[in-house]
């Protein structure tokens, strides 16, 4: 089984950076694609930004190009988020998952693991 914990969620002021990370255990970490996603109080979770098994391959919502970077570590089983500029609208529980598929995918519903989320707040 995998186990995917989030880290580095926390109340920061808008047009700061923030870097969240993603440890996974259980399974090989290269083994999967990775995603971040996110979910705000009243909206559906949506695809923040995915990175392939090797890292070679990135893709963002259009929302954050430019302002986030995913990347992963996998000698040390961990995919991080760096969020630069942050805004308001970017509030939200951030979530790491894993997808064992083979073609790298921004549909949540793909996603068969799951971090237990990591609190964003922004302040204006």
């Known amino acids: 089984q995998v186990q995917l914990v989030e880290s580095g969620g926390t109340l920061v002021q808008a047009g700061v950076s923030l870097r969240l990370s993603c440890v996974v255990s259980?399974?090989?970490?290269?083994?999967?694609?990775m995603g971040w996603f996110r979910q705000a109080p009243g909206k559906e979770r949506e695809f923040v930004a995915i990175?392939?098994?090797?890292?070679?391959?990135?893709d963002y919502a259009d929302s954050v190009k430019g302002r986030f970077t995913i990347s992963r570590d996998n000698a040390k089983n961990t995919v991080y988020l760096q969020m630069n500029s942050l805004k308001s609208e970017d509030a939200a529980v951030y979530y790491c998952?894993?997808?064992?598929?083979?073609?790298?995918?921004?549909?949540?519903?793909?996603?068969?693991?799951w971090g237990q989320g990591t609190q964003v707040t922004v302040s204006s």
């Open positions: 998952a894993a997808d064992e598929g083979i073609l790298l995918t921004p549909q949540v519903h793909k996603y068969e693991y």
């Open positions: 259980g399974q090989t970490f290269s083994h999967y694609n």
């Open positions: 990175i392939n098994r090797s890292g070679s391959r990135t």
